[in-house]
T-cell receptor, first 113, second 111 residues
Framework: DTEVTQTPKHLVMGMTNKKSLKCEQH?????MYWYKQKAKKPPELMFV???????INESVPSRFSPECPNSSLLNLHLHALQPEDSALYLC????????????FGSGTRLTVV | KNEVEQSPQNLTAQEGEFITINCSYS?????LHWLQQHPGGGIVSLFM???GKKKHGRLIATINIQEKHSSLHITASHPRDSAVYIC?????????????FGTGTRLTIIP
């Protein structure tokens, strides 16, 4: 298995909802990443997990809460989002933090209404 | 000024043409990545370079570390090559490495 799988592919949520995005990989990669991408812009790093520990938090608002329950799974919990949080959320993994290339998922397109 | 600059921002070419996309960066890096993103889709990693040249099918990537410059070439371009091509660099920051992305080059190949 050489993929990063993200679910759901599309998500519409209200500003009072709580939802979660899921990312899974079975390549034995020990670093996992969340990126946010607005239309026609490059991805922006949100969080990095290294060996299941949060190693980078790019000053992301607390309404985004990451979780890494095990080495294969990465979640992003969403609560009280704003319409400007609508974006493509990309997950990626790498064998070790920041080295040997990255594998990206196909993303979750989130719309906040 | 962005740490990673790409040119051109947009490129339209006829099928079969030789394509070159350029990337310049202004900081010390541990590696440079070329990525491909189709409309509305996820990102595919094409190359990771720390020196020299790599080739995969019709794609060739080169890097000149001294000049802080990389190029992505596509030979015999095809409409299915139409996508956004993104240059990204790995930068070390207090023991952590993270990717810094260029703004992308939108490539359209016309049949």
């Amino acid at each position: 298995d050489t993929e990063v799988t993200q679910t759901p592919k599309h998500l519409v949520m209200g500003m009072t909802n709580k939802k979660s995005l899921k990312c899974e990989q079975h390549m034995g990669h020990r670093a996992m990443y969340w990126y946010k991408q607005k239309a026609k812009k490059p991805p922006e790093l949100m969080f990095v997990y290294s060996y299941e520990k949060l190693s980078i938090n790019e000053s992301v608002p607390s309404r985004f809460s990451p979780e890494c329950p095990n080495s294969s799974l990465l979640n992003l919990h969403l609560h009280a989002l704003q319409p400007e949080d609508s974006a493509l959320y990309l997950c990626a993994s790498s064998p070790v933090p920041g080295r040997y290339g990255y594998t990206f998922g196909s993303g979750t397109r989130l719309t906040v209404v | 000024k962005n740490e990673v600059e790409q040119s051109p921002q947009n490129l339209t070419a006829q099928e079969g043409e030789f394509i070159t996309i350029n990337c310049s960066y202004s900081v010390g890096i541990s590696a440079l990545h070329w990525l491909q993103q189709h409309p509305g889709g996820g990102i595919v990693s094409l190359f990771m370079l720390s020196s020299g040249k790599k080739k995969h099918g019709r794609l060739i990537a080169t890097i000149n570390i001294q000049e802080k410059h990389s190029s992505l070439h596509i030979t015999a371009s095809h409409p299915r090559d139409s996508a956004v091509y993104i240059c990204a660099v790995s930068i070390s920051n207090f023991g952590n490495e993270k990717l810094t992305f260029g703004t992308g080059t939108r490539l359209t190949i016309i049949p």
